[in-house]
């Protein structure tokens, strides 16, 4: 017969380790990694609005926004590794703090440049080789149910939401896809960036919706982001649905679940 002491003594043993798998379970969150949700469209194709996905916070080191405090008391960053170009990176907002998530286009001392949709890293034009269109259903999507951008409008809801898509090479031979609604918007045509020492170059892949590294912080975009600014890489994605929240069973897409960023 289990007396009351013992039972007492179990319940209490079970409190602990409850307890303290939440403590790990912090600490690994607070050190390691670090959950993101995709609010936005501006890296389609490579990741879909209510993109679920941690953040590797040590691929570049330790930084004020990749651990506490009270832990790491310094305002740059200690280097782990230099972040690579064609990185899928979380950033902090140079001005207002805001996590973004971008892929890194620019090293410090590139020069960079988009001219009529086509972009060049010193002086070279990146190769894209047409593969296709990518189309989805012009519906709200997410929790901000935020309406896609489409190569093909006007279009009505529920209709076939079209852009042109292509395979981008960045110098060194690796590949990843990127959008083109236009070749004449905002950000297709632009003067020549110089990335300063320090500093670093992003752009989404869904080209012609993203505000990013192309446009001035005074204007809404990135500008040039300090390294110490860097979260961290983001790697693969684990859970992905399109609905309003994760509870919305019938707008899951498991063909998503765990998979690489590239």
């Known amino acids: 017969m289990v007396t009351k002491s013992k039972a007492k003594g179990g319940f209490i043993e079970l409190v602990k380790t409850v307890v303290y798998a939440l403590l790990l379970a912090g600490v690994i969150r607070t050190l390691f990694f670090q959950p993101f949700w995709i609010p936005s469209g501006s890296m389609m194709p490579t990741l879909l609005i209510g ?3 941690f953040v590797n916070k040590m691929a570049y080191g330790y930084s004020r926004y990749s651990c506490p405090f009270a832990m790491c008391p310094f305002e740059g960053r200690i280097l782990a590794r230099m972040p ?3 990185d899928v990176v979380v950033f902090k907002h140079p001005t207002n703090g805001t996590d973004y998530i971008k ?3 620019g090293l410090p001392g590139d020069t960079v440049q988009v001219k009529d949709g ?5 002086g070279e034009a990146l190769p894209q080789a047409p593969d296709g269109q990518f189309v989805e259903t012009y519906a709200p999507q997410g929790p ?3 309406m896609p951008r489409c190569m093909n409008r006007p279009v009505e809801p529920g209709g076939e939401c079209i ?4 395979i981008e090479t960045l110098p060194g031979g690796q590949e990843h896809m990127i959008l083109n609604i236009e070749t004449d918007g905002f950000g297709d045509n632009t003067q020549v960036f ?3 020492e320090g500093e670093f170059f992003f752009m989404g892949d869904n080209r012609d919706n993203s505000m990013d590294s192309r446009f001035p912080r005074s204007a809404g975009g ?3 982001v300090p390294f110490q600014n860097l979260v961290g890489r983001a790697d693969r994605v684990i859970f992905s649905s399109a609905g309003p929240s994760m509870l919305a069973v019938w707008t899951w897409r498991p063909d998503r679940f765990f998979k690489a960023i590239w």
């Open 222 to 224: 990135v500008g040039f």
């Open 194 to 196: 110089t990335v300063p």
């Open 118 to 122: 086509v972009l060049f890293i010193n």
């Open 84 to 86: 690579h170009r064609g």
């Open 51 to 53: 993109d679920f996905l």
């Open 103 to 105: 892929r890194l286009i």
């Open 144 to 146: 901000m149910r935020s």
């Open 163 to 166: 852009t042109d898509r292509a």
